[in-house]
């Protein structure tokens, strides 16, 4: 049983107040260690990226040209996948900078808890699963022309019309005239 010694009671409040001085110093370290963070993981072929800040926020994402044409389907479950990959990407970074800097800490604990909540690892499947993105247009259509690489936006062309609709030019009457024919039928607009 410790004795209580009103000598050293200074003392001890001395090293309390350096040892919290010295943890507030870690946690404001790890604050901006973690506030500089930022994640981006691209598609295996390199044409769709996301990028997320330490908050998990998107703060870009990035389409390659030769995505024009793509199935937006197709668009958005890469861009899906890739945010997520950078999320978990993003929790394992939080933690790696926790463990280095407060190491152990009861708060450093919850602060990782909070970011495994948030962001969960990705699942097993979600990253071996080939990079297979259907074709745009089906084969029996001409696929049309990329633009160059160093086309500015508006230079770009548009695609190609995709054909007529096979009842276009067919002129549907009515069977019989009614009241108002007869009527403009009989009137002329040059007057």
């Known amino acids: 049983m410790a004795v209580f010694d009103p000598s050293r009671a200074g003392e001890d409040l001395v090293r309390m107040a350096a040892d919290f001085e010295r943890q507030a110093g870690r946690f404001e370290q790890l604050r901006g260690r973690v ?39 197709a668009i958005t479950a890469e861009i899906m ?24 800490d009861p708060a450093g604990t919850a602060i990782t808890d909070q970011y495994a909540r948030r962001f969960p690892d990705v699942a097993a499947a979600d990253t071996q699963t080939p990079n297979y993105i259907p074709p745009a247009y089906p084969p029996s259509q ?3 022309p990329q633009p160059p690489a160093s086309a500015a936006p508006w230079e770009m062309s548009v695609a190609p019309p995709r054909g007529r609709k096979p009842d276009r030019d067919q002129v549907v009457t009515p069977a019989e005239p009614d009241e108002d024919d007869e009527y403009y039928n009989r009137k002329t607009w040059l007057v």
């Open 81 to 104: 996948s890739c945010l997520h990959r950078a999320l978990a990407r993003l929790r394992t970074q939080v933690t790696e900078a926790v463990h280095e800097v407060v190491g152990d």
């Open 35 to 73: 506030a500089a963070l930022a994640v981006t993981e691209t598609s295996r072929d390199r044409r769709i990226g996301v990028t997320v800040d330490s908050n998990g926020v998107t703060t870009d994402i990035t389409l390659a040209a030769s995505t024009r044409g793509m199935d937006p389907a």
């Open 142 to 144: 001409p696929v049309p």
